[in-house]
């Protein structure tokens, strides 16, 4: 177990800037996050701490040792990657033995650590086969076996479930979240799905352009982010962001009134998650308009209304019913937030409470 | 009806020039084979003589020292070649200006006419104004003045260096073909458990190039098997017999003294081995695929 230290780390590739200077601290034990759109810089700031790619500039601690020099293997750390990285040409026995087999551990004590870790991810029966002999799933989980067979310090894991199809992914997802409490080894997880980012992470650290924007709890991140970027990309269906101005003390939009606690301004966004809206019809309602379209997701109905510009969205009961264009009132439910950004900027202009 | 028959009419021009051009000089050679025909003395085939032209090959020792000169060529020539373009391969698989440049200028000694290849080097190796004979007396003293072509063994060196040289670079080619197919994952996963770099070419990246390499080693052996431009240009098949491959030696029975009855059975000879090969090969490519892909 270790913590891992970013320091003022850069990385350019040529004069493109992928990750630029920022710092981060990775707990001992905790399930680190980076969560953001593609393209982002999160694998490459997750092969930095792996030692696959060099660093521009700055440090990476490890138990406070510097490591930036050190070759990956030194460093105590096994990785998971996207499509698995197995040995093709070797069963998933020798897959998961190979990194046993360079450290010099004794043949019977590999054969021993090899069936135990199989069992822990449920390979025991496939040991003889073949990579190409297994499913997306299973493949995972030899990857994953292949990792933790080390027992190291620290995990890297680069958008491990992406490859797998919905509904495996949340088994996975599950079982990687058992296995973490399990082991308590310091993981650093990269993936752009949201979901996997809440459920998983004792904190996210949210990613945009290489830089983070906001690390914090999921709880945290997802009650109150940051920015506007954070506001839009966490949580689904996604916060509605609804463009307007303040005037007298109240946000004003086609339809919207919602009283504020700010000063007179134009180019302000006022979010609040569908969730914490319900239908009324009230027609004094702080947001109103027409009735776009009802999406019955199973356990709630998605209703969306349109007014002008505005379009805001509810998660309303998964038995309500309505003519699409008949008017239709949104009210927030008690203990809601509204968020306030700057458009411009897309900083947080501070929340009220309703 | 007329329209269902219409696609078999138009293959048949196709058809004809397939026939004309492969199928019946295949067939035509297959039966001389097995008939006397001494061409300074008919111009048409004369009677059959059974299977006479193929028990004289079986006896006569020009021709097995032709399949012997062949297989040490063909064996010393894969080998160097297939292991000189791996090597390469694994140079050149990095990206970067100068391994761009060292890949454009490495496809020259293959854009060269092999007849030429062989001029060439009889020119370079003379032990009077070659250029490398000279080059290797003037660095090494104890090689002034070495007669290169003049020696059986050190003919068939340079014969088989001028293949060497005009093959590796396009084996080095398919040889990165393959390479860039491999996941860069596997390498890197083999890198944090803790494989060397030499380990990580052994263990994990040429097992995965074991298909490749084993075309490669295919095309380069049927190409070796017809081995005939650098002999006629380069050594003559000299000195004695000693660099006179199976191909030159067909060639010379057919077009030099005329028995189109022998050369005939000694080309199928040849097309024989090279059929053994390639089904032996393929063979091994299928239970190879079998084994990738099961
Ligand atoms: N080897 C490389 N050379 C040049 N640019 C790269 C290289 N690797 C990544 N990049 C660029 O760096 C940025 C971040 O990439 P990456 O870390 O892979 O993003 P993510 O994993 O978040 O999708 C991207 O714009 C990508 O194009
Ligand atoms: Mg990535």
Redesign the interface.
């Known amino acids: 177990m270790a913590e891992v230290r970013l320091v003022d780390i850069e990385k350019k590739y040529g004069s493109f800037l992928a990750v630029p200077k920022q710092s981060l601290t990775i707990h001992d034990g905790e399930f680190l996050v980076l969560l953001g759109p593609s393209g982002c810089g999160k694998t490459t700031t997750m092969r930095m701490i ?3 790619e060099d660093i521009t500039s700055g440090d990476i601690m490890i138990r406070e040792e510097r490591i930036n020099d050190k ?3 030194d460093r105590d ?3 998971v ?9 070797m069963t998933v026995r020798q897959n998961i033995e ?2 046993l087999k ?2 010099g551990i004794a043949k019977a004590a590999r054969t021993k650590r090899v069936q135990e870790t199989a069992d822990k991810v449920e390979l025991g029966a496939l040991l003889d086969r ?1 990579p ?2 297994l499913s997306g799933g299973q493949r995972q989980r030899v990857a994953l076996a ?1 990792a933790i067979v ?1 027992t190291p310090s620290i995990f890297l894991m680069d958008e491990p479930l992406s490859n797998l199809d919905a509904k495996l992914r949340v088994t996975m997802r599950a079982e990687l979240k058992h296995l973490h409490h399990e082991l308590g080894v310091t993981t650093v997880y990269v993936t752009h799905d949201q979901m996997e980012a809440m459920t998983l992470a004792t904190r996210v650290a949210v990613m945009r352009e290489g830089r983070i924007v906001q690390l914090d709890t999921p709880k945290k991140i997802y009650a109150e982010p940051a920015d506007l970027f954070v506001a839009g990309f966490i949580g689904s269906p996604s916060m509605n962001l609804i463009d307007g101005k303040v005037s007298d003390g109240v946000f004003r939009a086609d339809g919207v009134n919602v009283p504020v606690d700010l000063p007179n301004r134009d180019g302000v966004v006022l979010g609040i998650r569908p969730e914490e809206l319900e239908i009324t019809d009230d027609a004094t309602a702080p947001i109103g308009g027409q009735l776009y379209a009802l999406e019955l997701t199973g356990e709630s109905t998605l209703v969306t209304l349109r007014n002008g510009p505005v379009s805001a969205c509810a998660r309303g009961h998964a038995d309500f019913e309505a003519e699409i264009n008949s008017p239709c009132y949104l009210t927030p439910k008690p203990g809601a937030r509204f968020h306030l950004f700057d458009r411009a900027s897309g900083e947080r202009l501070d929340g009220v409470k309703h | 009806m007329k329209d269902r028959l219409l696609p078999y009419w138009l293959l048949i021009p196709a058809f004809i020039i397939v026939l004309a051009t492969t199928i019946y000089p295949l067939a035509y050679s297959f039966i001389t084979s097995f008939r006397d025909w001494d061409l300074t003395e008919s111009r048409r085939p004369g009677g059959f003589v059974g299977v006479e032209n193929y028990a004289y090959a079986a006896s006569e020792s020009a021709f097995l020292n032709s399949l012997w000169v062949t297989t040490v060529f063909v064996v010393t020539s894969v080998i160097l070649t297939v292991i000189l373009a791996v090597a390469l391969a694994l140079l050149l698989r990095r990206t970067g200006p100068m391994h761009t440049f060292t890949r454009i200028i490495l496809i020259l000694p293959f854009a060269m006419s092999p007849a030429l290849i062989g001029v060439s080097y009889r020119f370079m190796f003379n032990p009077e104004f070659g250029v490398l004979a000279q080059g290797l007396g003037a660095v090494f003293p104890a090689l002034q003045g070495v007669p290169w072509l003049a020696d059986p063994l050190l003919a068939m060196g340079i014969l088989v260096l001028t293949d060497v040289w005009h093959w590796t670079p396009y084996m080095t080619f398919m040889c990165l073909g393959g390479l860039a197919s491999i996941p860069r994952e596997t390498e890197e996963a083999a890198r944090i458990d803790g494989a060397s770099n030499l380990r990580i070419i052994f263990g994990i990246i040429l097992p995965q190039m074991r298909g490749v390499i084993l075309v490669m080693a295919v095309l380069k052996t049927i190409f070796a098997l017809k081995m005939f431009d650098q002999v006629v240009t380069l050594t003559g098949g000299g000195p004695g017999t000693s660099t006179e491959t199976l191909a030159y030696f067909i060639f010379n029975v057919g077009f030099r003294w005329f028995d189109m009855g022998y050369a005939s059975a000694l080309a199928w000879i040849l097309t024989a081995i090279m059929m053994f090969i390639s089904i032996w090969y393929v063979r091994m490519l299928l239970s190879e695929r079998k084994m990738a892909t099961a």
């Open positions: 792996a030692g696959l070759p990956p293997k750390i096994a990785m990657f996207q499509n698995y990285g197995l040995y093709p040409h190979y990194p360079l450290r073949r190409s002999e292949r080390r």
